[in-house]
């Protein structure tokens, strides 16, 4: 259990490899189309960046109401003219939130275009990474982009029918 493989069993008694986590992220990063790891990681690293964004906010806001601490107040009170005591500036505050709102945003646009592309086993990508390419010179193995996402739409429309059918 040392390597990035793991043995396994597979559905016809054969034994099977199971890659690594990480070997799969590599693949994932170096061949056409995304797997479920990629997928994982990105959304963790997604996930962090809004944390790290989050932790600004009381910063942000404690920056916002205190008049000692704004830039503006300081430049103004250096230039003699009278700070205002309403309170500093809200400039920071609302670009922390634009951050945190741009990196919702992105998280869900990543996972809807993962959902209506899908995803491909790093298996599959791993053939197509070390198999020779075919006469018409594509990779054997390989969903192309139309299959995975001819399948992804089968898959959905699939899932809409049996919704249809609880009904």
């Known amino acids: 259990m040392g ?8 559905a016809d008694g054969g034994e099977e490899r199971r890659m690594g986590w990480m ?12 797997n479920r790891p990629t997928l994982v990681l990105v959304n ?5 960046l809004f944390l790290s964004f989050a ?12 008049p000692s601490s704004s830039a503006a107040a ?15 500036s809200s400039e920071m505050l609302h ?3 634009f951050l945190l ?11 809807w275009l993962a959902w209506e592309v899908g995803t491909v086993s790093p298996h ?30 089968k898959k959905h429309r699939a899932n809409k029918q049996r919704s249809k059918g609880r009904r």
């Open 3 to 10: 390597g990035s493989e793991e043995r396994g069993q597979r």
């Open 101 to 111: 709102a741009l990196t919702l945003l992105l998280i869900a646009a990543l996972n």
């Open 74 to 88: 300081a430049s103004a009170a250096s230039r003699g003219s009278a700070a205002s005591g309403s309170g500093g």
């Open 23 to 34: 070997a799969a992220v590599a693949i994932g990063a170096i061949t056409p189309g995304l």
């Open 55 to 66: 932790a600004l906010l009381p910063a942000a806001l404690r920056y916002s109401r205190d």
């Open 44 to 48: 963790l690293v997604l996930a962090g």
């Open 124 to 153: 599959s990508q791993a053939r197509a990474l070390l198999s020779p390419p075919t006469e018409d010179g594509a990779q054997q193995g390989a969903p192309t982009a139309r299959e995975a996402s001819s399948k992804a739409k």
């Open 95 to 97: 670009h922390v939130l």
